[in-house]
């Protein structure tokens, strides 16, 4: 019976940082697709303010249903906090919401300071300037895409293997 013990207990031992491994390369893969649909919700509220000419929490409001995932989750809860009337401003409620919504996502600091820079700008001047303030958040969002893209093709693998060689490497100490 203790060697059968023995063999659980290293088994547990190299399943914790091999789960590790899965939950970072999981996190890598997940956010490419979490900045294009920011990207998405985003083009969406461009168009809200510059051709719609919809009230900020109904644009934000119509933007979030266009897309998925955090950043729609990010325009829900801004429309909201707009809409609650506690006298907050636009980049207060912007920067509510964003730490929110941001433990939730795979964006990494770059990216929240991104979509930060942009509560700054909405609501605060003309629909042209928010327009072109939406396309330069917009152009750093596909930029980071980029990067992460081809950040997850070529390191989401070798975190998984790492943490299932840390996980054996650990056990065989173990043992």
Excluded: F, K, N
Excluded at 17 to 25: D, E, K, L, Q, V
Excluded at 130 to 157: D, P
């Amino acid at each position: 019976m203790g060697a059968w013990l023995t063999a659980l207990g290293a088994g547990c031992l190299a399943a914790a940082p091999s789960g590790w491994g899965y939950i970072a390369a999981r996190q890598l893969r997940r956010r490419p697709a979490e900045l294009a649909g920011a990207r998405a919700v985003l083009e969406a509220l461009r168009t809200e303010i510059a051709y719609a000419a919809t009230p900020l929490p109904g644009a934000l409001r119509s933007a979030a249903r266009s897309g998925s995932g955090p950043a729609a989750d990010l325009c829900l809860q801004a429309a909201a906090g707009l809409e609650g009337g506690g006298g907050a401003s636009v980049r207060e409620v912007w920067d509510e919401a964003l730490a929110a919504v941001d433990p939730r996502s795979a964006w990494t600091s770059g990216d929240v300071v991104a979509l930060a820079g942009l509560g700054s700008a909405l609501g605060a001047s003309d629909a042209e300037d928010q327009v072109r303030h939406i396309a330069l958040c917009v152009g750093r969002l596909r930029a980071a895409e980029a990067q992460a893209a081809a950040q997850a093709g070529s390191q989401a693998r070798m975190w998984m293997y790492l943490g299932v060689l840390a996980g054996l490497a650990l056990a065989l100490t173990a043992l």
